[in-house]
């Protein structure tokens, strides 16, 4: 019952009127990247002077004659993007690293090299780069049968950390999934450790804070289990923090701001089963600075939640994510408020069919953008970015077109200390992708535009 008062509360706030479409209040787009067949999804990563950078995979045709790669691209504050150029093969994450650099990680399938329970071996390679500039020469830090993509997480202080999911086999011949890590810091990697080495881990998700202090979570057997290290000291003892009730599938974020303040967020997909009916649930817990176990868990929305985006903002966290309601989905804003939990949801724009894919920002003049893909008709389920913000009289502006209906796919949001506003990035084709497009006459691009002060 207390679920049920929760989500018709919810609803109710979210039948709140927002403002219609159309505000004109971005630059025109520019076009990043070449024309590719596909492109995405995308990576990004902001440097503290607010250079943005972001990187993406993408493939020319089909078949046995597809061809493809890696490429990123660099945005000085107050500029437009300069001319891409070559990303490490197999990229899956970007981080800022130290003050100038940004680090990027690269996951590449070796060929004919199964692992001793048969599982694909990859090597895990990193590359740095110069935010004004290309990616240097890739080191492998480990070789190993990984399962699911590594994740990768730095500070400005030349912290590094990268974790994985690794396929090992015990003494009796049985597999587990065991949990990794390797930590760059005073100048270079150490060696692989493991952080979780029972069971079979599935889900895995890091961050590093600026102070230093380092947190995973990862689910294993059901659990939702987390493990933080403050700095000066070793890895904590592991927390509980969430368990499944029947089928589940868990996905998982976490962060951590500035004074050292854990923050960790999962999507609950609690699977249909006789007599119960599945829900999407967004949950979350902290732990707070100064302190050693996390809060016991919040349930932020209890259905309807997709994918969620968490950022700091000025007094707390923002996170945002696409909420649907019994009028269909819409963009959705929770903030902690200088509290430990999460307020209310607050709509960002009335509910339409098919809206998907929401991102948030905070920029420095104190407000919170979110921008999500509206699907126009013909266009495959892509359609729209649009975006909405939040200023500091705590209320939404107009719903505002931030690309022309050009099949975007997927939106990004970065910030530009220059203007005081958010930079949009998102995966277009501008030449139409209708159904029945054949391959050869589909392009995709990167397209990039910075809302105007």
Sequence with gaps: MMHMRRLLLSLLLLAAVTPSAGAATWSAPQTVSAPHTFAGPLLTATGLDGTLVAGWPWQDTVGNDAIGGESAANRAPGQAFAPEHPAPDGLVGLAPFAHTQAVALAQQGIPGRPGPTGAIRYRLNVAFAPLSGGFGATRTLVTAPVVGQA???????????????????????????????????????????????????????????????QAIAFVRQGDVLARVKRPGHSWGSQQRVARADGGTQWRLLTKIDQRGQVRLIWRRHQLRRDGVAGRTALEGTAMLTGRGRFLPAQTILPDGSSMPALVQAASGWALATTATTVDGPRPVLFRTRGASTFG??????????????????????????????????????????????????????????VSPAEAAHEVRLGTDPRYVGPVALWTARPDGAGPGTPIAQIKTVVRSAVRLP
């Design 151 to 213: 994740q990768i997480a730095a500070n400005s202080r030349g912290t590094v950390l990268v974790a994985w999911i690794e396929v090992a086999k015990t003494s009796s011949g049985a597999t587990r999934r065991i949990v990794r890590a390797i930590e760059r810091r005073n100048g270079r990697f150490g060696r692989p450790f493991t952080l979780s080495g029972k069971g079979r881990a599935d889900t895995v998700a890091i961050a590093v804070g600026e102070r230093g202090d």
């Design 344 to 401: 209310a949801p607050e709509p960002a724009a009335p509910a339409q069919g098919g809206l998907r894919g929401t991102d948030v920002a905070f920029t420095a003049g104190g407000a919170i953008t979110l921008a999500w893909v509206q699907p126009v008709a013909g266009q495959n389920s892509d359609g729209i970015v649009r975006a909405a913000t939040l200023g500091p009289d705590a209320t939404f502006g107009p719903v505002e077109d």
